[in-house]
Nanobody, 115 residues
């Protein structure tokens, strides 16, 4: 059974930092491209960042220079270090894994940035 479990969300003031984690089980983690997506109230889910099996990364323009995606294949875990947070970063953050076929999704973790 595939499970992606996010953790690390919470309430933080603008300018602060959070580190999200995504623990994967039931998949060959090292063979999956992993990613973080987010969905704010009333908005569509959007890409935040992805990391390939080889470690190549892609970021949304809105988070470049502030967020860093990484993975630890030995721990089957992906991370998102979020610095200089802004109120517009407030959203539910979802972990995503894909290799062949439909992607896998976690249940999400809430990030709230107060001004």
């Amino acid at each position: 059974q595939v499970q992606l479990v996010e953790s690390g969300g919470g309430l933080v003031q603008a300018g602060g930092s959070l580190r999200l984690s995504c623990a994967a089980s039931g998949i060959s983690f090292s063979l999956n491209t992993m990613g973080w997506y987010r969905q704010a109230p009333g908005k569509q889910r959007e890409l935040v960042a992805t990391i390939t099996t080889g470690g190549s990364t892609v970021y949304a323009d809105s988070v470049k220079g502030r967020f860093t995606i990484s993975r630890d294949n030995a721990k089957n875990t992906m991370y998102l270090q979020m610095n200089s947070l802004k109120p517009e970063d407030t959203a539910v953050y979802y972990c995503n894994g894909r290799r062949f076929g439909p992607p896998y999704w976690g249940q999400g973790t809430q990030v709230t940035v107060s001004s």
